[in-house]
């Protein structure tokens, strides 16, 4: 039996542990082979500093994972496991693991949970294409769920009850019902109603809430889905809530199934999961948490009105408008993020794509994404934005007399299955044309990036659509699909 753990999140059980190891002057004679030492690896210094050299320990470190070098804590929970701990404490989760090689890490996870319940399941066609990897490792079978697609701000967004109730009840023998929500730009599925239709099904319910790590953390904000019924949950604690890149947390839920899935969860984050994991993003998910529990309030907030001022400025403009109405109106959608701001510009006289551009090379603005149509903001939980900077370089913007072409972002029709992912991943393949990929199988899952949405995956048939609006959103400005054999798709990787 582990012993009881305190919960009290003024502190940081994993990053404290870690600082106090490096006030020590060890003589390192482990890895990682800097040994903490700035002329060891002279070229870190500028991009990290010298702190996080010293910080920088390996796992089973004595003072962190061990009490002392004879043995680990029996029955004293660890500092990784107090900062877990809190964890789920804080986002109302019944265990929470921290996840070192991002949400794409906690997807490959995920998916091979469900590979433990069967080999069918229920899935949203919009799903990051990270879900479409484990499809194939995990050589699932995917019967999608199909949403809802905005075509004039090209985005995705998501799937309601009803769909999944179709699906499930066309599919019985699917083992897990697995959505991804907010979306992209941030509207927000019913998770309670998806919850309750996949438990009468007999099934979990596992989300992708990548873009949704910050919710429930403040009353302004949208409930996070592990209090919603949710079973298992990937959570994406960099992208809102303010940890270090590629740091994520898995979150198990208080759902029917999520007992019974525990144990197979476990075994599979251990699976994995690196055994050099980085003492800087696990601290730095500690470290997220106790700010996000202890600061939240005030932080939050201060970002909050500064996202309303945003969105004031945006309503007085005769210029742009907030598109925030479009996103809660669509279909399913039940709520939004507030920190994701899509700012529609057509009448702006300028593209999303070419605002994006001028934004970043004249005033120095980096914003999350653009689309013809619309340039996408996302501002983290914790970090209040100068609205007058943004705005002033907003409305600095050159506007053309006549109004550029804004064609609709029609993301292609689903191409049709003709065999398994896996099979076709891991079949003989070769190299064609775009054109002779005409009509042949995909062995590749490709995704116009950002949003990372699968607009094709291995074992479906690519048709002329899907290849002209791969091969447009490689030509694009900041185009980019992952997965694709070379950058302008001048050739397809097909099954031979």
Known sequence: MTAPIALDHNTTPYADAIRSLAETDWQRLHVPGHQAKVENAPGLEPVVGATALKLDFPML????????????????PTPLMQAQALAADAWGARRTWFITNGASGGNHIATMVVKGLGSEFAVQRSVHSSVMDGV??????PHFIHGVIDTGLGSAHGVTAAQVESVLEEHPESSAVYIVTPSYFGAVADVTAIAEVAHRHGVPLIVDEAWGSHFGMH??????????????????????????TQSAMLQLGHGPFAKQIESLVDRVVRSYQSTSCSSLLLSSLDEARRHLVVNGTEAIGAALESVREIRLGLRQSERFRDATPDIIGSEGTIDYDPFKVAIDMRGAGISGNDAQYLLIRDHQVYSELSTPSA????????????????LASLHALPQS?????RPE???????ERAMQPTEAFFGKVELVSFSAAVGRISADSLAAYPPGVPNVIPGEVLSEEVISFLRTTAAAPSGYVRGASDPALEQFRVVA
């Open 375 to 390: 340039l996408l903001l996302l501002v983290g939980a914790t970090s209040p934005v100068d609205v007058d900077r943004f």
């Open 409 to 415: 972002v029609l993301i292609p029709a689903v191409c």
């Open 136 to 141: 194939v490792h995990a050589g699932l079978t």
């Open 219 to 244: 009353p302004e904000l949208p409930v996070n889905a592990v209090r919603l019924g949710a079973d298992l949950v990937i959570s994406s604690t960099h992208k809102g809530a303010g940890s270090l």
């Open 401 to 405: 007399e006549t109004e550029p072409q």
């Open 61 to 76: 470190m004595t003072g962190v994972d061990q009490v002392t070098w004879r043995s680990r804590a029996a029955g004293n």
